[in-house]
């Protein structure tokens, strides 16, 4: 596939457009054109029709930001990457909302160079089949967002909640979210709703449901207009769900909603595992603990010889605080992974934890609301849909990949 993949460059820098042209040859990508910002972008692109731009986004950045948003206009089928030496949350950000599919930080491996084209490649492709027509499969797929952290107390299940809510009422999309912490699963009490029916009721009755109405009467109804399928009330009824079980609930969720947010208890069980293998995005939950650090380690090791995609697994860091004396370049080393986003303490949260109220419903304002509501938005490249249709879902189908985590 490398071989037959074009690519042109935008990069105002001659210098840099040697480098980068260097690695991509390397790689087996034929670069067939360059070009710096602005017109003469537009002009090559149009007549070149790459399968992939790359834009390089440097200070001042306002150009390339600019020339992004005008390539995703004049060849929205063509999948840009912005490459930059700014490794900032923000300029991320930026970049995904001017339209670009991937950002890549220099200096670049040829290995993550390589599987970032390879990566939005993919999606286009999905893309393409989705559009195929009405009845294929992908088009009626939604996303899985899997929360997971390798140690209790961190506040997974409130990051869990509160992405469920957002998505819910912010970006005003259809989402349920799981509890697959069929022991001591939290999420419905943490929403204060108490379930009728729990995820095993559902397991138990898989093969009966026939219809979107048959499955609401396994689910219970939160204000915010979330549906939750809740874990047992009682740890006696603790069983074990099997991993057909796990892909069967996913799938069925996934043909009714356009988000399934999975919570997950602190173990890699065999209903974990598979929730993670689903998975369209991982949300990795670490603190600047010693031993959720040290777990944390253990669990990217396990991913590692699993093969999962290092797209889809990011590292969040959830209540980051100034007063920690360990910072997230300290964890990016130990770890040897980068991190993708911080959660910002907030004692608003805990307060809204204890009440059963998600902190984005009943103080979105406040830091940890705002990043959680960034976050989404990061993820998504965009703000809040007006058009009806899930402007999450583009983006983040090309977390589907599986392969190896680098």
Same mark, same amino acid.
């Given at each position: 596939?490398?071989?037959?993949?074009?690519?042109?460059?935008?990069?105002?820098?001659?210098?840099?457009?040697?480098?980068?042209?260097?690695?991509?040859?390397?790689?087996?990508?034929?670069?067939?054109?360059?070009?710096?910002?602005?017109?003469?972008?537009?002009?090559?692109?149009?007549?070149?029709?790459?399968?992939?731009?790359?834009?390089?986004?440097?200070?001042?950045?306002?150009?390339?930001?600019?020339?992004?948003?005008?390539?995703?206009?004049?060849?929205?089928?063509?999948?840009?990457?912005?490459?930059?030496?700014?490794?900032?949350?923000?300029?991320?950000?930026?970049?995904?909302?001017?339209?670009?599919?991937?950002?890549?930080?220099?200096?670049?491996?040829?290995?993550?160079?390589?599987?970032?084209?390879?990566?939005?490649?993919?999606?286009?492709?999905?893309?393409?089949?989705?559009?195929?027509?009405?009845?294929?499969?992908?088009?009626?797929?939604?996303?899985?967002?899997?929360?997971?952290?390798?140690?209790?107390?961190?506040?997974?299940?409130?990051?869990?909640?509160?992405?469920?809510?957002?998505?819910?009422?912010?970006?005003?999309?259809?989402?349920?979210?799981?509890?697959?912490?069929?022991?001591?699963?939290?999420?419905?009490?943490?929403?204060?709703?108490?379930?009728?029916?729990?995820?095993?009721?559902?397991?138990?009755?898989?093969?009966?449901?026939?219809?979107?109405?048959?499955?609401?009467? @396994?689910?219970?109804?939160?204000?915010?207009?979330? %549906?939750? /399928?809740? #874990?047992? *009330?009682?740890?006696?009824?603790? =069983? +074990?769900?099997?991993?057909?079980?796990?892909?069967?609930?996913?799938?069925?969720?996934?043909?009714?909603?356009?988000?399934?947010?999975?919570?997950?208890?602190?173990?890699?069980?065999?209903?974990?595992?598979?929730?993670?293998?689903?998975?369209?995005?991982?949300?990795?939950?670490?603190?600047?603990?010693?031993?959720?650090?040290?777990?944390?380690?253990?669990?990217?090791?396990?991913?590692?010889?699993?093969?999962?995609?290092?797209?889809?697994?990011?590292?969040?860091?959830?209540?980051?605080?100034?007063?920690?004396?360990?910072?997230?370049?300290?964890?990016?080393?130990?770890?040897?992974?980068?991190? @993708?986003?911080?959660?910002?303490?907030?004692?608003? %949260?805990? /307060?809204? #934890?204890? *009440?059963?109220?998600?902190?984005? =419903? +009943?103080?979105?304002?406040?830091?940890?609301?705002?990043?959680?509501?960034?976050?989404?938005?990061?993820?998504?490249?965009?703000?809040?849909?007006?058009?009806?249709?899930?402007?999450?879902?583009?983006?983040?189908?090309?977390?589907?990949?599986?392969?190896?985590?680098?």
């Amino acid at each position: 596939m490398a071989r037959n993949v074009s690519v042109i460059l935008i990069e105002e820098a001659r210098d840099s457009r040697t480098s980068l042209k260097r690695q991509l040859a390397m790689a087996d990508f034929a670069v067939i054109g360059e070009a710096g910002y602005g017109q003469e972008s537009f002009a090559l692109s149009k007549e070149l029709s790459p399968d992939v731009v790359i834009v390089s986004v440097e200070e001042p950045i306002a150009r390339a930001l600019r020339t992004i948003e005008s390539l995703a206009i004049v060849a929205p089928e063509t999948p840009i990457i912005a490459v930059s030496s700014q490794g900032g949350r923000e300029y991320l950000r930026k970049a995904m909302l001017a339209g670009a599919r991937e950002y890549l930080t220099t200096p670049l491996r040829q290995d993550e160079l390589r599987e970032a084209i390879l990566s939005v490649l993919r999606v286009e492709e999905k893309k393409k089949l989705s559009q195929a027509g009405p009845d294929n499969e992908i088009a009626h797929s939604g996303s899985i967002i899997t929360v997971f952290g390798a140690k209790g107390g961190i506040g997974k299940t409130t990051l869990a909640t509160n992405i469920s809510v957002a998505i819910a009422t912010t970006l005003e999309q259809q989402a349920v979210l799981v509890d697959l912490d069929t022991q001591f699963g939290g999420a419905a009490v943490m929403m204060d709703v108490v379930p009728q029916r729990s995820v095993l009721d559902l397991a138990q009755a898989l093969d009966e449901i026939d219809s979107k109405e048959a499955l609401k009467s @396994f689910l219970t109804m939160h204000e915010s207009g979330v %549906a939750i /399928v809740a #874990a047992p *009330l009682r740890p006696d009824e603790e =069983q +074990v769900l099997s991993a057909e079980q796990i892909k069967k609930i996913l799938n069925l969720l996934t043909q009714s909603f356009d988000y399934v947010i999975v919570d997950t208890p602190p173990m890699l069980t065999e209903a974990v595992v598979t929730a993670l293998e689903e998975s369209t995005m991982v949300l990795l939950v670490t603190s600047l603990e010693i031993v959720c650090i040290k777990n944390t380690k253990l669990c990217l090791e396990m991913m590692k010889s699993s093969e999962f995609s290092s797209d889809k697994v990011k590292l969040v860091i959830n209540r980051a605080n100034a007063a920690n004396s360990l910072k997230a370049q300290d964890l990016e080393t130990t770890l040897g992974y980068p991190v @993708f986003w911080k959660v910002p303490f907030d004692m608003e %949260a805990a /307060v809204s #934890a204890q *009440l059963g109220r998600p902190l984005v =419903q +009943v103080s979105p304002n406040s830091k940890a609301a705002q990043s959680i509501i960034e976050l989404l938005e990061t993820i998504g490249g965009a703000r809040k849909s007006t058009a009806g249709g899930s402007f999450l879902g583009g983006f983040m189908n090309r977390f589907k990949g599986k392969v190896v985590l680098e």
